[in-house]
């Protein structure tokens, strides 16, 4: 996280790595595959627009909206758009 962080010049806060700790590391996998629990990074890649709310997606977004954008991720506009999973949130970075 740190590198990712560093590589588009932003700073990690301590809260922000520990919640990232916490969320992608931990034995095993959940049956509930994006839900507050450690768990293998790689198995949730989708995962979260399917589990998580419309809501709970634009709470990460307001926290890290700045690398999100760096990293070329776009904000959601709608549930709908959360869901369609043909739909790709990823565009070019602007590094």
């Not at 809260?15 to 959940?30: C, I, Q, V």
């Not at 509930?32 to 979260?48: D, E, G």
Request: aromatic share 10%; charged share 20%.
């Amino acid at each position: 996280l740190r590198q990712v962080y560093g590589f588009v010049n932003l700073a990690v806060s301590p809260e922000m790595e520990k919640f990232a700790l916490n969320m992608t590391s931990g034995p095993g996998y959940s049956s509930k595959p994006f839900v507050v629990s450690a768990r293998n990074a790689t198995q949730a890649l989708s995962a979260w627009r399917t589990a998580l709310s419309y809501q709970q997606i634009k709470q990460v977004e307001e926290y890290c909206h700045q690398p999100m954008a760096l990293l070329g991720y776009e904000r959601v506009g709608s549930p709908e758009e959360v869901k369609d999973l043909s739909r790709t949130l990823l565009r070019k970075p602007r590094l």
